[in-house]
């Protein structure tokens, strides 16, 4: 079983999403240590791109203000490398075909293995087009995690077949960002996974609330949060440690109520 998976094991999993560099890769780095301490099960470090396609304006700010300040795939390498020495919770990487190709993918899923990452989430990557990253990632041993979108239908089956880790959800159209309501058929497209693959589904874009998260894990394995607390790192900056640290206790608190 991956480490990924590990995850999931008789609980529901709360997993948090951050953007490196966003106010600084020094708070980054604490921000990891906080939230593994607030009892986060995997976490979630998004590498900036200017072009992030599936983000909503929030995490693309939170993008923009990271590269400005001179983050670099580079340096939240290193960053990592600090990490991997205290923190030994699961953790994938989440950015853009171009980061990758840019860096040069060998190269890049090489080194994400080598300082003990668990996987990469491609959003901009569809599925007939991941063929060249899954043969370098199972190279590395590393988890491509698969999306699945309300639109998907047909082509969750086929996703399932072939996912690896874990199956993130998208519970909305469109771009990432915090919803007041949530009205996909979360339980539907989790079920159609679990019919192909014994596999762990987390639902991600929009959950904002302990509440909405308590609800999208009874419907699934998990609860993926991303914009909400990269809003609190915009909003209180250098000072956002103890807030997000709050926030995904909170999270945490709420999905783990959620009866297996």
Partial sequence: MSKIAEA?????????????GDPSLEVTEQLVYAMAE???????????????TAEGPVIEEADL???????TTDKIFDMVKRIREKVTLPMVFMTY???????????????????GMDGVILPDIPYEEKGEFQEICRKYDLD????IAPTSKDRIRMIAKEAEGFVYCVSSL?????????TTDIGAMVKLVKEVKDIPCAVGFGISTPEQAAKMASLSDGAIVG??????????GEDCVP?????????????RSVQI
């Fill in 8 to 20: 999931f094991q008789n609980k529901k999993a709360f997993i948090p999403f951050i953007t490196c």
């Fill in 38 to 52: 607030a009892g986060a099960d995997l976490i979630e470090l998004g590498i900036p791109f200017s072009d992030p």
């Fill in 65 to 71: 203000r990271s590269l400005k300040a001179g983050t």
């Fill in 97 to 115: 075909a171009n980061v990758i190709f840019s860096y040069g993918s060998e190269r890049f899923l090489s080194q994400t293995a080598a300082l």
């Fill in 144 to 147: 491509l995690i698969s999306l």
């Fill in 174 to 182: 469109g771009v990432t960002g915090v919803r007041s309501e949530i």
């Fill in 227 to 236: 914009s909400a607390i990269v809003k609190l790192c915009a909003r209180y």
């Fill in 243 to 255: 807030y997000v640290k709050e926030y995904v206790k909170s999270m945490k608190d709420a999905v």
